[in-house]
């Protein structure tokens, strides 16, 4: 029996449900705390207790703990190797898990100064504009990270041989430039067509539209802001 310990906009958790249905795993969900003003705080008591970092996701699997949604997708990719997660050779392994480690960090630092636009804005005049100055500052550094994957693609339909926990990640990172009102992937044509194709897919679609749900419940819509 798997359960996954996870939050409605956490982009690290959501990998893990996207490798899950990838796997055709069932599993049960706990969605912890989250709100647009104090966050994970106060924190789920059972991930404070399974995780020393306190954080989500946090998987069990029949009474084996598991978290870092990296260590997640390794672990749940040698328990249950069919689909594969990770390609088969070592230079194309280590090339996904930076893929992954890109969009876990590179893409991520770009992101975290977007997250302010789906929380109730701040009063303060002088720190919305140093919000909004940090805010433009990141969305010309997404735009060259899009470049970049697109050129890394290079026109294949994933960034592995096949589909890997790098395209899973990756889509995670630019979903949410896309929620947070980051810059559109239109001038970018292997790559917008690379995310079209993820989002056909069940795994991936259905983390998309639960995302977008807790949107609708959580967030102050990017566009009225
Ligand atoms: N490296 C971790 C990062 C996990 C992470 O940052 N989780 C966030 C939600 S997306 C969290 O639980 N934040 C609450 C906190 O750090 O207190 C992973 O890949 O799982």
């Known amino acids: 029996m798997i359960t996954l310990y996870t939050g409605p906009l956490s982009l690290f958790a959501r990998k893990v449900e996207i490798a899950l249905g990838e796997k055709g795993l069932a599993f049960e969900r706990i969605t912890v705390p989250f709100n647009q003003t104090t966050g994970y705080d106060p924190k789920h008591p059972e991930v404070i207790a399974l995780n020393p970092k306190g954080q989500v996701p946090v998987l069990s699997d029949g009474g084996l703990v598991v978290y870092d949604s990296t260590i997640i997708l390794e672990y749940l990719d040698e328990a249950y190797p069919q689909p594969a997660l990770y390609p088969a ?113 069940p795994a991936f679609a259905e983390v998309a539209a639960g995302i977008a749900e807790a949107d609708r419940r959580l967030s102050v819509p990017v566009e009225r802001r």
Do not use: N, Y
């Not at 005049?125 to 997404?142: C, G, V």
């Not at 947070?180 to 044509?189: E, I, K, M, N, Y």
């Open 89 to 201: 050779t070592p230079a194309e392994r280590a090339r996904c898990r930076m893929d992954e480690l890109f969009a876990d960090e590179i893409l991520l630092a770009a992101l975290k100064p977007l997250m302010h636009r789906t929380a109730p804005p701040v009063q303060d005049r002088e720190r919305r504009a140093a919000q909004d100055a940090d805010a433009q500052i990141a969305e010309a550094a997404l735009a060259r990270h899009h470049a970049e994957l697109d050129q890394r693609l290079g026109g294949r339909a994933f960034f592995g041989p096949a589909l890997c926990a790098a395209d899973i990640a990756l889509f995670m990172g630019v979903l949410f430039g896309l929620r947070l009102g980051g810059p559109s992937l239109a001038c970018h044509a292997g790559l917008s067509a690379w995310f079209a194709r993820l989002m056909q897919r």
